[in-house]
């Protein structure tokens, strides 16, 4: 079983920044694809961002391109999503989610096997 840790949300004015952090572990060997997902009240959940296992392709939603930044980090299989120029419709609930390797797009949420509890983003207006 993988486990998926989420880290880093709080309450931003707009314009802020806040930078999120995953970390998956539980699985010896494995390597692993990483995504950003939100979701608000009412709303199906929204992908985000991802990094494929290598580091070696980022995507991004439009409503977050140019804004938000995606990198691994130097601790195997953790990830940040670097995000500035905070709107209040970026609030939410985000969510990381897991998959060992993973496909080349990783904007479906349906391709994930493993995801995180969730951590608030709040930005003020």
């Known amino acids: 079983q993988v486990q998926v840790a989420e880290s880093g949300g709080g309450l931003v004015q707009a314009g802020g920044s806040l930078r999120l952090s995953c970390a998956a572990s539980?699985?010896?060997?494995?390597?692993?694809?990483m995504g950003w997902f939100r979701q608000t009240p009412g709303r199906e959940r929204e992908f985000v961002s991802a990094i494929n296992w290598s580091g070696s392709d980022t995507f991004y939603s439009d409503s977050v391109k140019g804004r938000f930044t995606i990198s691994r980090e130097s601790a195997e299989n953790t990830v940040s999503l670097q995000m500035n120029s905070l709107k209040p419709e970026d609030t939410g609930v985000y969510y990381c989610?897991?998959?060992?390797?993973?496909?080349?797009?990783?904007?479906?949420?349906?391709?994930?096997?493993?995801w995180g509890h969730g951590t608030q983003v709040t930005v003020s207006s």
């Open positions: 539980g699985r010896a060997g494995g390597t692993f694809s």
């Open positions: 989610a897991v998959v060992v390797f993973g496909p080349p797009r990783l904007t479906d949420y349906n391709v994930y096997d493993y």
